[in-house]
């Protein structure tokens, strides 16, 4: 599986989106930080509580002048009925056919109750302004996540 180097530019998107745009790309957020984080399943306990938390420290991320953004393969119908269920200030990205998350290296083999399938390993990546990854978090656990990606972002701002 290939995966994005730090320092390389980001692999850039243009998925459809939540939201007044159909669509975002990475290469329309030049010039801004972009927090991508990437995450299994809309409305599940984990994903729920790590977008929660995002939206919680939304303020923070602004005035780091950093853009959040949360991608799953959901389909953006459900993206919709997630992100107002939860007041989420941010969009959310719709990778259906999984291209993003496969050029960003975070599709992996999981096991679950004997069956095994491909999905989401919950990552996040900080893209610096210069449109190259700054830094990233793979296998995420959520407890304080959200906190230690605001210290980077802060950091590069």
Not at 52 to 76: E, I, M, N
Request: glycine fraction near 8%; charged fraction near 25%; aromatic fraction near 8%.
């Amino acid at each position: 599986m290939s995966r994005p180097s730090l320092a390389a530019p980001a692999p850039d998107f243009d998925l459809p989106a939540t939201g007044e745009s159909d669509r975002i790309s990475l290469s329309e957020l030049s010039g801004r930080i972009v927090v991508l984080y990437f995450y299994p399943r809309d409305a599940t306990p984990g994903c729920t509580t790590e977008s929660q938390d995002f939206r919680d420290a939304y303020a923070d991320f602004l005035a780091a002048d950093a853009v959040v953004l949360g991608v799953s393969q959901d389909s953006l119908a459900s993206h919709e009925t997630f992100k107002d269920k939860h007041s989420m200030p941010f969009e959310l990205l719709s990778d259906g056919d999984g291209t993003v998350c496969t050029a960003y290296g975070v599709l992996v083999e999981k096991n679950m109750y004997g069956k095994t399938f491909t999905g989401i390993e919950r990552s996040t990546f900080v893209i610096g302004t210069d449109g190259a990854l700054a830094a990233e978090w793979r296998k995420v656990k959520v407890p304080g996540h959200v906190a230690e990606v605001l210290q980077t972002v802060r950091e590069l701002a």
